[in-house]
């Protein structure tokens, strides 16, 4: 078995102290390390935790996530449409529940079976974890050497790999919202275009504007092409736990979520973590125009939905229900001034700019070129 605080401490070594995931006995050692020793955010779901740690990449960090391999299948669309075309490097743990031969529960029996198949299909480069302390260490050698090339790289982790280390008292915060504003007046319903014209027009020189997949994206390319833009291009719903790694890490920077409705709603247990981690200096803006506009425009579940209190129950400190673009800009400044995790809510039309056209940059190069402007 591993010793579990010196195969940490290599990690460290290697630069690697920012790990996300969501628990599993196989890697609870492994956990309990990285929350006593480094930065550790518990995500709400494992792709999430993927999201977050690429965030944190964004910002200049080496990302670990630890996952259990149910949870694998719940990273394919950040892994496959958010680390590939980005070419964004995370490296990854995953246990090996239900691996063949062993008694395990039944829920874990496919997986099991299926678990590096899974890595193989998504071109991840992978090993199963030496239990030997100094096989292991050279196999985080190699691994990083992956990482460097922008390559991300997953360890399988057998049962009994790591050696006991005890969890430290850990901290339990209570975050609460301190403002909120419901509905009170006619909704506006101004374009998506103008709103993202008004939203690019405040941004500053540290300023970092991340738009959710789709339209969204694309629209914002058209308004300003920028070296601090980043157009979300896949992993829908990712991009507010995108936006929590990054902005968690870098709290030099100002970093302005744009999200939609469809995608929220995708992966809503985002807000719990974003309420609780709690970045100061994260804007998330909510456009909701109550369908899946870009792809046909079919209805959303949101007219249903009240997020602006669900956003201020999650804990972020302000919660704003606006109706104009005049009441947008006057939120934007004031957070600028003030800070806190604030969250706004804004409904728009439906529909798109006419013969919106497609980003001219490849994803990868809108990485790099946000990661020299970050630095």
């Given amino acids: ?163 006991s280390e005890k969890l430290k008292i850990e901290q339990r915060l209570n975050h609460k919202n301190k403002k909120k504003s419901e509905k009170t007046d006619f909704d506006e319903l101004p374009s998506r275009f103008d709103t993202l014209k008004v939203i690019n027009g405040l941004k500053n020189m540290k300023t970092v504007l991340m738009a959710t997949t789709g339209k969204t994206g694309r629209e914002l390319y058209e308004v300003e092409d920028s070296d601090n833009n980043l157009y979300m291009v ?26 939609g409705d469809g995608s929220l709603l995708m992966r809503m247990g985002s807000l719990s973590t974003n309420g609780y981690y709690q970045p100061e200096n994260m ?29 201020a129950a999650c804990g972020y400190e302000k919660s704003y229900y606006i109706h104009n673009l005049h009441e947008l800009e006057m939120c934007i400044q004031e957070w600028k001034m003030t800070k806190g995790l604030t969250f706004i809510y804004l409904k728009i039309s439906k529909g798109s700019k006419e013969n919106l056209g497609r980003p001219k940059v490849t994803p990868s190069e809108v990485k790099t070129r946000l990661q020299r402007f970050i630095k």
Wanted: aromatic share 8%; with cysteine; hydrophobic share 40%.
């Fill in 283 to 311: 804007l998330h803006i909510l456009l909701d125009n109550q369908v899946h506009d870009s792809t046909g425009g079919q209805n959303t579940v949101s007219h249903n939905v009240n997020i602006v209190n669900i956003a």
């Fill in 1 to 163: 078995m591993l010793n579990t605080n010196e195969f940490g401490n290599e990690l460290k070594r290697l630069g690697f102290d920012f790990y996300s995931g969501v628990p599993c006995s196989f890697l609870k050692n492994l956990i309990n390390y990285s929350i006593n020793e480094c930065e550790y955010i518990a995500a709400a779901n494992e792709g999430d935790a993927v999201a977050i740690a690429s965030g944190a990449h964004l910002g200049g960090r080496k990302s670990v996530v630890l996952m259990q391999n149910s949870g694998l299948t719940n990273c394919i669309s950040p892994l496959t449409s958010l680390n590939y075309p980005f070419q964004i490097p995370i490296l990854g743990f995953v246990s090996l529940r239900g691996e063949p031969g062993l008694n395990d529960e039944p829920q874990h029996e496919l997986m099991g079976q299926i678990t590096t198949q899974i890595l193989d299909l998504m071109q991840i480069k992978w090993q199963f974890l030496s239990p030997d302390d100094i096989e292991a260490k050279r196999q985080l050698e190699e691994a990083n050497k992956w990482i460097e090339v922008n390559q991300p790289f997953f360890f399988v982790v057998r049962k009994d790999t790591f050696k």
């Fill in 234 to 259: 896949g992993s829908m719903g990712c991009v507010g736990s995108l936006g929590l790694g990054l902005a968690y890490t870098r709290k030099d920077l100002d970093v302005v979520v744009i999200d």
